[in-house]
């Protein structure tokens, strides 16, 4: 292991990965490469196996990126667990954050993008079989306390956005990674 640094920046369904990770990516030196975890694309019946799957492929950029000396960022709904058991076989310095807010301010923000027309609502029941009711107060309030309680396991930092602006979260972020370089 070296010293260039891997993030993996998690946190639940609405909390604004996708958003933070177009940010980051313009707002980072060129010494890091940022990803979002989903741009190799998502089946609509993602599970255990796909993320495992994506998590290895991510690692095995990283260590390209380490290579040549660049650090890597990569932003979705992976699980530190998860992620430090597939990383056995690279044995690269992984960092994670943890993007979280309260229940009701996830809540907010997925039904202001994820659930805000006909159309997607129309995919979470296609696809999942819940409403978005169901979505928020079972499988995404799980995941997120899953979440929780992982973070503080592996000692990831985790940075609270309830009422920040995405720019603002990307700016905290910027120097958390700054910190830990």
Do not use: C
Not at 23 to 45: A, H, S, T
Not at 46 to 57: E, I, P, S, V
Not at 87 to 92: C, E, G, H, I, P
Not at 136 to 165: F, M, P, S, V, W
Request: charged share 30%; proline share 4%.
């Amino acid at each position: 292991m070296d010293g260039q640094k891997i993030f993996f920046i998690t946190g639940s369904s609405g909390i604004g990965k996708t958003t933070l990770a177009r940010n980051l990516k313009n707002l980072l030196p060129d010494q890091y490469k940022v990803y979002d975890f989903d741009e190799r694309g998502v089946p609509p019946d993602a599970d255990l196996l796909w993320r495992k799957k994506t998590t290895l492929g991510w690692l095995e950029t990283a260590e390209e990126n380490r290579k040549e000396g660049i650090g890597t960022i990569v932003v979705g709904l992976s699980q530190p667990d998860e992620v430090t058991e597939l990383n056995s076989a690279y044995r690269l310095a992984i960092r994670f954050v943890l993007l979280d807010a309260s229940d009701k301010e996830i809540e907010k923000r997925l039904y202001a993008y994820r659930f805000s027309t006909p159309h997607r609502i129309a995919n979470l029941l296609k696809y999942t079989g819940q409403t978005p009711e169901q979505f928020i107060a079972g499988e995404n309030k799980n995941h997120a306390n899953l979440l929780r309680k992982l973070a503080k396991e592996y000692n990831a930092i985790i940075l609270e956005t309830d009422g920040l602006t995405p720019e603002i979260v990307a700016g905290e972020v910027v120097k958390i990674l700054t910190k830990n370089n």
